[in-house]
C-alpha cells in the first residue's frame, strides 16, 4: 500500500469504524430461552435495566434477523440439534452470548442429560456467569461484546 | 371417602388367590401384587371398584439397598424393579375423589408384566417413560421406544448402576481440543476474542 490515500474523499480508515459503531448499538438478539434465568432475561429487558439504552432491546424471533444469539437456560442434549440448526440458520456477521452458568459449562446439572456448556457445540463469544446473572453483570457483558463488535472481532 | 377399601381388597384377595400384603391407610393405601397378575388386578379394579384413573405409572430401583445403613432391603429374593401404580376413582357424576390407591408389583429381573394400555391410555406413555429411565420392558410391547431420552442414547439413566459421570457421545468426543471456557473462579463475564 504505497498508494497515496491522502487526497480528499477517502475515508477508508474510518469506514471500519463507522460499520463497526453502527453494528454495535443495533444490535438485533433471539433469545433462545430455556430455563430460568429467562426471568433474569425478562428484567434485563424490560424498562427497569433496559437492555434497549444499549441499543439491544429488539427481539427478533427469526434466526435469519438475527445477529446476536442469546443462549438464556439450560441445554439438554435432546434440544442441542436444534440450538445448533438456530445458529447455523443465522447470516454473518453473528455473535454468541452464553448467558448463566448452565449454558457457560452444564453448572450443577452435572449429569446425563445436560449439554457441559454450548462450547461444545457452538463458537462462544461472550460468556456470562452466574446463577441466574445480576441484571448489572449482563449489561457489563454486553459491553463487552459491543467492544468486540466495534473492533470487527468475530468468530463466525 | 364413599368408598370401601376393606371389600375391594377382599375381592384382590380372591382374585389373586392369597391375600395381599398391605401398608398404609386411607388415601396412602398401597398392595403388593404378582406382577404377572398385575393387568388382571387393574381390571378388576376398574371394571368392578371405580378405580377408573391411572394417575401415575412409575418404577423404583432398589439396587444396594441399605449399603450403607444395612436396612433389609423391602425387595423379595432377587427381585429389584418395583412397579407402582397409582389409582384414584373419580365420582362419575360429581368428578370427586372417592378414594386412592397404589399397587406395588416387584419386576422379575427388568421383564416387566404385560401393558396397561389397553385398560388405561395414559399408561402408553408411562411405560415408555418406565422404560427409557428404568429400562423395565412390557412383555407386549417389544418395540417400545423411548419418550424422553433421544434414540441414540445408550443406557437407562435412573437405574442405580448408571454412572453419574456416564458422557453420551452424541456432541463430540469427550477427548476434543481444550476449549476456553469460564471456570468456577470466573465471577465477571468474559469475551472470547
Known amino acids: 500500500m504505497e498508494q497515496d490515500l491522502s487526497a480528499p474523499g477517502i475515508m477508508t480508515s474510518q469506514l471500519d469504524a463507522a460499520i463497526g459503531w453502527a453494528r454495535k448499538y443495533s444490535i438485533f438478539q433471539y433469545p433462545f430461552v430455556t430455563a430460568c434465568c429467562g426471568m433474569e432475561f425478562m428484567s434485563v429487558a424490560c424498562s427497569h435495566y433496559d437492555i434497549d439504552r444499549f441499543g439491544a432491546g429488539f427481539p427478533r424471533f427469526s434466526p435469519r434477523q438475527a445477529d446476536v444469539l442469546m443462549v438464556v437456560g439450560t441445554i439438554s442434549h435432546k434440544i442441542a440439534p436444534v440450538l445448533r440448526r438456530i445458529y447455523d440458520q443465522m447470516a454473518a456477521p453473528k455473535w454468541v452470548v452464553a448467558f448463566g452458568v448452565c449454558t457457560c459449562t452444564g453448572g450443577f446439572y452435572d449429569n446425563y442429560s445436560t449439554v457441559q456448556g454450548i462450547d461444545t457445540i457452538l463458537p462462544v463469544d461472550l460468556y456470562i456467569p452466574g446463577c441466574p446473572p445480576r441484571p448489572e453483570t449482563v449489561l457489563e457483558g454486553l459491553m463487552l461484546l459491543q467492544k468486540k463488535i466495534q473492533a470487527q472481532g468475530r468468530r463466525a | ?193
Open chain 2, 1 to 193: 371417602m364413599s368408598l370401601e377399601l376393606s371389600s375391594v381388597k377382599a375381592d384382590l384377595d380372591a382374585f389373586c388367590g392369597a391375600p395381599l400384603a398391605a401398608r398404609g391407610t386411607g388415601f396412602d393405601t398401597v398392595w403388593t401384587v404378582p406382577a404377572a397378575q398385575a393387568h388382571g388386578a387393574l381390571e378388576r379394579l376398574k371394571s368392578r371398584h371405580g378405580f377408573n384413573m391411572l394417575a401415575d405409572l412409575t418404577c423404583v430401583d432398589l439396587q444396594g439397598f441399605g449399603k450403607e445403613t444395612g436396612a433389609p432391603s423391602p425387595a423379595p429374593a432377587g427381585a429389584r424393579f418395583k412397579l407402582v401404580y397409582r389409582l384414584s376413582a373419580l365420582d362419575p357424576a360429581t368428578g370427586l375423589l372417592n378414594a386412592r390407591l397404589a399397587l406395588d408389583a416387584w419386576v422379575d429381573g427388568d421383564a416387566g408384566p404385560v401393558s396397561a394400555g389397553d385398560l388405561f391410555p395414559c399408561a402408553d406413555w408411562l411405560e415408555r417413560e418406565v422404560w427409557d429411565m428404568f429400562g423395565v420392558s412390557f412383555s407386549d410391547r417389544p418395540d417400545i421406544t423411548r419418550i424422553l431420552m433421544y434414540p441414540e442414547f445408550v443406557g437407562h439413566p435412573l437405574r442405580k448402576d448408571y454412572p453419574i459421570k456416564k458422557r453420551q457421545p452424541l456432541i463430540g468426543p469427550p477427548d476434543g481440543p481444550p476449549r476456553e471456557r469460564l471456570t468456577e473462579a470466573d465471577l465477571r463475564p468474559r469475551i472470547v476474542e
